[in-house]
């Protein structure tokens, strides 16, 4: 099974809202990224978690919270959020070791911040 | 400079023939080397890894890993209409936070029939 579900599939919410993406898998990997993509454009890494700690942040605005509850769940917490946030957040995950090993995708969060 | 290149498209090949995807990196060290597909709209598939120099041949796909000239290549024969999409060279780099998935901006494909 080499699965990643999220949700939800599809996201609108309003400037004031606040909102949570949700990511699962049971793969057993010990890696969880979240990506942001926008239109035409490859993914954005946003952060990485390792062993369920925050091991890598790419200077991504506080109005976007990750947490990771435990080994097959990651959250994304979202607050605030401006219009230029719309995209598709795409949540990863892989084993950990040397370098980076195969790291399977879910199918997205489509967000709109209206 | 860009820390992974790919060659500029879209390219557009006739059914049957041989599409070539060129990838360029910047860090020596890396180790690790994907290609994804992605369909409009959909989230990446992985279609090939590799990590040794060489080729790596895998049905109508073979990727090629040339770590001397920090290059990285995808071919895929006998093209089908259904392989159009946007295929996504992916390589792993590190810094004094970790290892990462770092992608280039992607080729995108079109197979006419």
């Known amino acids: 099974d080499t699965e990643v579900t999220q949700t939800p599939k599809h996201l609108v919410m309003g400037m004031t809202n606040k909102k949570s993406l949700k990511c699962e898998q049971h793969m057993g990997h010990r890696a969880m990224y979240w990506y942001k993509q926008k239109a035409k454009k490859p993914p954005e890494l946003m952060f990485v978690?390792?062993?369920?700690?925050?091991?890598i942040n790419e200077s991504v605005p506080s109005r976007f919270s990750p947490e990771c509850p435990n080994s097959s769940l990651l959250n994304l917490h979202l607050h605030a959020l401006q219009p230029e946030d719309s995209a598709l957040y795409l949540c990863?995950?892989?084993?950990?070791?040397?370098?980076?090993?195969?790291?399977?995708f879910g199918q997205g969060t489509r967000l709109t911040v209206v | 400079q860009k820390e992974v290149e790919q060659n500029s498209g879209p390219l557009s090949v006739p059914e049957g023939a041989i599409a070539s995807l060129n990838c360029t990196y910047s860090?020596?060290?890396?180790?690790?080397f994907f290609w994804y597909r992605q369909y409009s709209g959909k989230s990446p598939e992985l279609i090939m890894s590799i990590y040794s120099n060489g080729d790596k041949e895998d049905g109508r796909f073979t990727a090629q890993l040339n770590k001397a000239s920090q290059y990285v290549s995808l071919l895929i024969r006998d093209s089908q209409p259904s392989d159009s999409a946007t295929y996504l060279c992916?390589?792993?780099?590190?810094?004094?936070?970790?290892?990462?998935?770092?992608f280039g901006q992607g080729t995108e494909l079109s197979v006419k029939p």
């Open positions: 990863a995950s892989s084993q950990v070791g040397q370098g980076v090993s195969v790291a399977f």
């Open positions: 992916a390589v792993n780099m590190w810094d004094n936070q970790g290892g990462k998935l770092i």
């Open positions: 978690y390792s062993y369920e700690k925050l091991s």
């Open positions: 860090d020596r060290v890396s180790q690790s």
